[in-house]
């Protein structure tokens, strides 16, 4: 069985890749970041997101059991700091978000009514897509959230087109286009990666690198393993990161956003993260130890990594507490709208297939 590579310790939180061989070595570089220095108030608000996402997540995945939830369900347990570290960085509204099918945890990040997203999962009328999106493929213009893409890297083309727009448009956004080591070895992420470097569209390229794409180690699927230098050949600067450590992820975002509105072009976050749930509901996961799960819940689990950082800010167990408990109140009313709320009406099929009616 196949070991994983472990996100790195704190040493090195945030590595930089060195400039490609035949590069210009004048050119300007990343720095290589620090952890954020969080407010109290930040802490509290990153613990909060987090414990929603993994709450949220744990309710999808029984809903899923009671069949409730149909079609492909992909869970964010374990990967809660990537999304939260850096959406708490952007700026709703204004920097646009697209990623892959695993893609709950994106949206609850940047704001969006955890109602909504319930809805959604289960086919509800309520839900952010009418309920016609299901797990794999919400949306919102409105919160500049570009899906949910089930077509592994495709989301990476989508992603240069958004940048392309901000930049064509010079709305001052930034696009975040996520994608995760599985799709890191698709052809059109590296035509992505070309097109963003030569007319140095505003765009963060965030991998996701959970250790297993589908069911395959990253050292066995990939001949380079360290995926920050994927962009080297194209000049696009990268930064490896522990993306278990919420302060990490946020370092690092603000260094990429400084990168990026200064001009420099596209810039390249490998997130060293793990995910302790199976590819999908469908996964049984026997491809690795439950002791190595374990392992990693016990020694880098996001939230509890938070929760020490509260408590040497001298926030109590009693509010903590009092968070976890406003938590779960509030993914059990997400998931009794859900319940509640109606299915699509049949002449729902034929909306939303044009963009306009001919």
Known sequence: MAKPTTPRA??????????????????????????????KEELLEFYRQMVLIRRFEEKAGQLYGLGLIGGF????IGQEAVAVGIQSALVPGKDSVITGYRDHGHMLAYGIDPNLIMAELTGREAGISRGKGGSMHMFSVEHKFFG?????????????????????????????AYFGDGAANQGQVYESFNMAELWKLPIIFVIENNQYAMGTSVNRASSEDQLYRRGESFRIPGLQVDGMDVLAVRGAIEEALKWVHDGNGPILLEMKTYRYRGHSMSDPAKYRSREEVQAMRDKSDPIEGVKKYLIEAGVSEEDIKGIDQAIRKTVAEAA???????????????????VEQY
């Open 148 to 176: 949910g893409h089930g077509i592994v890297g495709a989301q990476v083309s989508l992603g240069a087109g958004l940048g392309f727009a901000h930049k064509y448009n010079g709305d001052g956004g930034v696009c975040v």
């Open 336 to 354: 009794d709208f859900a319940e509640s709320s109606p299915e699509p009406e049949l002449h729902e099929l034929y909306t939303d297939v044009l």
């Open 73 to 76: 369900c992909h869970l964010y």
């Open 10 to 39: 704190s040493t090195a939180k945030a590595k930089a890749a060195a400039p490609a061989a035949g590069a210009d070595h004048n050119r300007p570089r990343p720095q290589t970041p620090t952890d954020y220095k969080a407010s």
